[in-house]
């Protein structure tokens, strides 16, 4: 589970580092800046940002299962149904994070 955890901190600093390589070019050529990875969860052609494409409530790919509920069933959620699925999706993340800290910790 650790070595999961690594690769994908991993993976995210790579991507960190890429994006701030095109940042900076643009900035040395005197382009200007207007956003920085912007992802567009409402837009299921939009996978600019890998967190978009994690079917994991609570982040960007959250709202990407709750379209295809939608287009699945034909209508929406309830906004209090899709607001407890989120809040249930990042207590289970956080609470998955602890342990590995836990564990990693203790052992």
């Known amino acids: 589970m650790l070595h999961i ?3 994908i901190l991993g993976l ?3 991507v960190i580092v890429h994006e701030a390589g095109h940042y900076l070019m643009a900035r040395a050529f005197g382009i200007r800046v207007t956003r920085f990875n912007e992802v567009d969860p409402s837009d299921p052609g ?3 940002g890998a967190s978009g494409l994690l079917p994991l409530p609570g982040l960007d790919g959250g709202k990407r299962v709750f379209l295809g509920y939608e287009i699945i069933t034909r209508h929406r959620p309830s906004e209090r149904m899709e607001g407890a699925i989120h809040a249930l999706g ?3 993340l956080v609470t998955m994070i602890a342990l590995v ?3 990693d910790v203790v052992s």
């Open 90 to 92: 990042l207590l289970l």
């Open 101 to 103: 800290t836990f564990r």
């Open 12 to 14: 995210s600093l790579l």
């Open 5 to 7: 955890l690594a690769a």
């Open 46 to 48: 939009d996978t600019r």
